[in-house]
Every structure is written in C-alpha cells, then in structure tokens.
C-alpha cells in the first residue's frame, strides 16, 4: 500500500475507517473496546453531581433544544449537544481515565459521548454502538499518532484536538452514513479542534473531550446536509497537521487499518494520581498486607527519577495537590488499603494519621529502576526491614488491568450515587453490550427516578 | 512573550475591560461605529441566505439562541460588508436586546482589532478567524454583562477553542467556521456565568493561545490604552 503518496488524505482515511465498519470487530478488540466503554461509564457516572456538569446543565436549560439525550447519574435530560458536553467532561474530570500511552490520548471519553448523545436518535444495534465507538477511538488516536511527539509538546492538548476527529467518525457511524459523507464529516471535523493546555487545573480541561464530542457531532450533522471542506484538509500547508505540528505522517492513518490496533494499546489507571506513582502504591499495598501502617519507623521508595520530579511533593495541602504526591499515593494505601477518588479529598489528604505516615517516608530517585517498577523497603520499630519489589505496575503495557481489576474499580465509581445493584448491572450490560443493546447500559446509568433530584 | 508577566496579566486586562468598557469619547465613538456595523448586518441578514441552508437544517436540533447565533453569523461571514466581524455580531444579536448589542459589538470589535495587532500567527491559521471568535467571546461577554472573573472565563472557553485553517479560507467551512464561533462564544458566556472556570491566563500563558498559535504575542499591543484608544473606531 502506498498510502503516502495518495492524494487527498481524509478521504483515504474515511474509506479505510468506512471498510473496517462494514466487518465485525475482531474479538479481542471488541472486549478492549467495552472495558474502554465500561471504565468511562463509570468515570462519568461516579462525576455527575461535579459543579462542572451542573454549569453545563444550567447552560443546556437557557440554550438547549428539545431534550433527547441523558446526563449519566442524573434524572436530567439534554439535548444531543449538551449531553455530549456533559458526558465527555464527567468521564474526563477526575483524571482517571483511558490512556494510550504512545499519544497520551484519553480516547474513550469523547466517543462514549457521542454514543451516549446519539443513542435515543439513532437506535443503533449493540453491535453497530460498540462498532461506533471502537473505530472513532481508533480514527482519533491514529490522528494523534501521525502528529506525534511534537503536537503536545508544543502545548495542544491532544485529547481534544484528535477527540474532534474521533467523534466525528463516531457520530458518523451511528448516523450510518456511506463513505463520501464520513469523508466529509471527518474533512469537517479537522476545522473545530480545540484544546490548548494553559487550561489544565480548571474544568476547561475536561471540557476538551466533552466539546469535542460535540463538535464531532456538529461535524457529522453537516456533512449530511451537504456541507464540505477542501479535500487536502489534513495535508495541505495551511491544513489540520500544519498548523497544530511540525510532523504529519499520513502513513499512521492509512497503513494496516484492520490489522494493526493503536486501540489494543489503550491502557487503564488503577489509581486517580500521576501514572509514575503507580508502581509504588501496588507495592504499598502489597506491604500493607504484611504489616500496619503504625508499625512502620521509615520507609524509601526506590523509583525512576521522574517520580520525585513529577509528583515530588512531601505534604500536600489538598486533593489536588495529593494527585501530585507520590509520597501521598504510598502512605494512603498503607493507611486504607486502597488508593481510590476518596482517598483523594482533601479531608482525607489532611488527616493526622496520612499526615504522619508521609513524614516517615521518602523517595529515592534511582536510575537503574524502570518507571513501571519500584521497589519498597519499610524497617519497622522493632529493627525488622521489609521489602516490596513491583517490576512492573498494575495497568502497565506489560501487566494491563485485569477485568476484573477494573470492574473493581467501575464498582467503586458507580456504586456511592447508584447503588451496588446498579453498578453491577452497568458492567453486565457492557460486557455483554452485542446481546442486551446500548439502552440497556444506559438505563443502569441512570438514577430512580426518586433518587437524585 | 515577556519573561517578568505585568500584573494583572494580560487576560486579566482584557477580561475586565469587557467587563466595563470606560465611559468617553472613544467610547462613544465606538458606539457609533457599532450601529454603522449592525445596520449593515440587519440589511445582509434580511436578504436571501441560502448559503445558511446547510446550517440551518444541520442545528434543527439546537436552541434557539446557539442556532441563530450560527446560522446568523454563517449568513454574514458569506457577505462581503459584513464578513469581518461576522462572528462578533451574532453572538451579540443572540445574546442580549439593544442597547447593549451596540456596547457588545463595540467591545467585541476592539478585542478582535487589538489581538490582530498583538500576535503574529503561524501561517497556517487564517489570522481573522482566530481574533473574530475571541471577539464573539467579548461581545457575549459584554452582552450578557458578566463579571471580570466570568468574563476571563468566557475569553479562557474561547480562547481554547480558536481554529480557522488559512485553507477554508473564502469557502463555505470557513464561513461555517464563524457561525460556529459566534454560537461558541454564547456558550461560554452562559457556561461562565454558571460558574465554569478556565484558565487565568488563556492568551498571554506558557500554553495559551499566543504560545500555541502565534509566533509572538505583544502585550503591549493588546493591553495599552485599552479602552482609552480605541483601534476599532479611530478618532
């Protein structure tokens, strides 16, 4: 294939992507792409009463069309724009979900939007959502690959950016469109990225995802009335890749789409801080199995170096601050025994048991150690020492999250607003997405009717 | 960019200047200059606009003030009297009634004036899309009279969101592309006075707009005078 050399690049891309949507989904990637879908679920679910979602629903009431759409966890009905608003900043505003490592795409939250957005207007199959949001996740982070290191290393936050074009093929597929219209709603969608990282630390952040899906469905919808951009859209000079990089490859969109999966790649945070704290909390827990957290004199965490230079700090003052601290990370789990959203507020980052443990612990910045790896080595009052060696972190590349692992984790999302009842339902309804249909999944994500106001 | 930031920042600036424009002269000149733009919009609006069709029909769907802010805007962008500040018109038409529209446009048409004067953008963006959509989040603003604070956030929403590819330029995407900035820049008005945040320095920061899109952003230009000298409307 010599993908490089064709022109107009985004209508090869939509026919590959158009191709791939007339196939069943290989196995495997259908069960990567529902834990993808669950794990948002669930992160959305577990944020609908943040005061970001409700700006969003206040905004929906003054300017909103006719509701159509559900905001997850809440009785409230949106119309489709708002939902997909609504639902791509819940699923992204704790920091906690899907990552593909290679891009640092969060891929899942702007596509389950646009399903979520969508599902009432286009009834689609369970097959043909799962479909959906499989191929525009796979769209999106192909997108970022082509434009790869440089686009995020300038500032873009690349979430946004690719999310546009991902939700565009989303949107696409569930309007069931042929391949000249997804052509056009991809060609669109590349006019109304958005995401520059000055906003991280506020909720513009998660708004990236949540417009991007919105812009992607905004995209679709005018390409099926006829609406159009140039062809060389991604390519061109004055085009999408020129002007968010310095590097376009367009063989990362055109080559082995079907064989090769950058979606395969996509990985799950078992706990909601900095990713390079992760191998330390796995061996904080595993210690704590061991020993109580009053026992211990000191510990040093052995880690790569770029854990105190990324999450350095000693003694946070607050939940945001302790999603930067290691130290944080290491002496929770000690404490609780799981490392979850709630040992992230701030009344539980400043209480005097956690605040003690983190003084007894230090990091030991150590370059032989890999940054999936940490090793853990606790001496006790009585002189005994202890030690906890990871090689390589839960929700790693080479040690993924269990499903079981992450329906855990959904669990513990789901459970504080809906109920046990319904988390598990959530997950069975997912996993089993082909059988039981999207409005299945959508009905455990919503409240009795009685139970939220 | 200047290492050593002025405080306030140049947001911040920007933010509170929307917020209250200072009664004068050049205020009240740029009122003048705002009905001259708004009676050309209502004389283009009220012609035949079947270039909006695809818009129309597209945000069926939507609210009433995101569709006529769009719709409105796609129709001006398509004129060549009315192109300029296409996008700044609409979102003060679809969010508020008169006589704080001509304030709105006044504002909006300043913002727009002094960012196209402070960045020079890469040669990738086409430069009036990128300052219309920030000026559209101003006269939003304006019209909706929000605070300092919810007005930088409303100018941080924008800013964020700023696209306009040179090669839409002159064609139907790129028109498109201003209604979409007017019906944005409603948005971000309503969701920061709901209490949506972004970030305090959105044009000026490290990843803003300046860093991202242009290759230098002067603050002189857009800061100076602001609101004393008015580039939209010179005396």
């Known amino acids: ?453 | 960019m200047p290492d050593a930031a002025p405080v306030p920042g140049a947001s911040e600036i920007v933010a509170r200047f929307v917020a209250a424009p200072p009664a004068g002269a050049g205020l009240d000149a740029a009122l003048q200059s705002a009905r001259t733009r708004l009676a050309a919009a209502r004389r283009a609006l009220a012609g035949p606009t079947a270039a909006s069709a695809p818009a129309e029909r597209a945000l069926a769907g939507a609210g009433l003030p995101l569709r006529r802010a769009f719709v409105d805007a796609t129709v001006l962008a398509g004129s060549p009297a009315t192109r300029a500040d296409a996008a700044i018109v609409a979102a003060a038409l679809a969010a508020h009634g008169e006589p704080e529209i001509l304030a709105a446009i006044a504002v909006g048409c300043e913002v727009a004036a002094r960012l196209r004067g402070a960045l020079r953008l890469d040669a990738a963006w086409h430069a009036d899309a990128v300052t219309a959509r920030l000026g559209a989040a101003a006269a939003a603003a304006r019209a909706l009279g929000l605070d300092p604070t919810a007005a930088r956030d409303a100018l941080g929403l924008a800013a964020t969101q700023a696209a306009g590819l040179g090669i839409v330029d002159g064609t139907p995407a790129g028109a498109l592309g201003q209604g979409k900035a007017a019906a944005d820049a409603v948005e971000g008005a309503v969701l920061a006075r709901a209490g949506f945040t972004s970030a305090a320095a959105s044009l000026e920061g490290r990843r803003g707009l300046g860093a991202l899109m242009a290759a230098g952003f002067d603050d002189a230009a857009l800061c100076a005078d602001l609101g004393r000298r008015w580039l939209s409307a010179p005396d």
């Open chain 1, 1 to 453: 294939m010599r993908s490089t050399s064709e022109p107009d690049v985004a209508a090869a891309f939509a026919a590959r992507l158009g191709a791939l949507a007339r196939e069943p989904l290989p196995a495997p990637l259908a069960h990567e792409a529902k834990r993808a879908l669950i794990n948002v679920l669930g992160l959305a679910i577990g944020a609908s009463h943040h005061a970001g979602v409700d700006a969003i629903v206040v905004a929906a009431g003054e300017l909103g069309g006719a509701p159509s759409a559900p905001v997850l966890g809440r009785t409230q009905r949106v119309d489709a724009h708002f939902g997909a608003l609504a639902a791509g900043f819940a699923a992204h505003v704790d920091d906690f979900d899907d990552t593909h490592l290679a891009t640092v795409i969060h891929p899942g939250a702007a596509c389950m939007a646009v399903l979520v957005a969508l599902a009432h207007e286009t009834a689609p199959s369970g097959a043909s959502a799962l479909r959906a949001f499989a191929i525009g996740c796979e769209a999106q982070l192909r997108a970022g690959v082509a434009i790869s290191p440089e686009h995020y290393e300038r500032g873009w936050h690349i979430t946004g950016t690719c999310g546009v074009v991902g939700a565009a093929v989303t949107a696409a597929l569930l309007l069931g469109f042929d391949d000249a219209s997804l052509a056009r709603a991809v060609r669109l969608s590349a006019t109304m990225t958005l995401g520059q990282r000055e906003a991280f630390g506020t909720m513009t952040k998660a708004f990236h995802p949540g417009k991007a899906a919105a812009n992607g469905i905004l995209a679709a919808r005018l390409a099926a009335q006829g609406a159009d951009a140039p062809g060389t859209i991604l390519e061109d000079p004055r085009g999408f890749a020129a002007a968010l990089s310095t590097r376009f490859d367009p063989a990362q969109l055109l080559d082995d789409v079907g064989t090769r999966w950058e979606l395969a790649d996509n990985t799950y945070k078992p706990y909601p801080c900095g990713i390079v704290a992760h191998p330390s909390i796995d061996a904080a827990l595993a210690l704590r199995e061991r020993v109580t957290p009053d026992a211990i004199a000191a510990l040093r965490a052995h880690c790569h170096p770029l854990v105190p230079e990324l999450m350095g700090n000693p003694d946070p003052a607050d939940g945001l601050q302790a999603r930067f601290s290691a130290i944080h990370g290491i002496a929770a789990a000690l404490c609780d025994g799981r490392v979850g959203l709630p040992q992230y507020e701030t009344e539980r980052v400043r209480r005097a048991d956690v605040c003690a443990l983190r003084a007894r612990t230090v990091l030991v910045a150590s370059p032989g150690i890999a940054r999936d790896a940490a090793r853990l080595e606790a001496r006790l009052h009585d002189g005994t020492v202890l030690e906890e060696v990871v090689e390589h972190a839960r929700g790693s590349a080479a040690r993924p999250l269990t499903d079981a692992e992450l329906f855990a984790k959904v669990e513990l999302l789901v459970a504080p607003g809906l109920g046990p009842q319904a988390a598990r339902r959530l997950i069975e309804t997912a996993m089993q997405l082909e059988a039981d249909g999207f409005d299945a999944v959508l009905a455990a994500a919503a409240p009795v009717a009685t139970a939220h106001a």
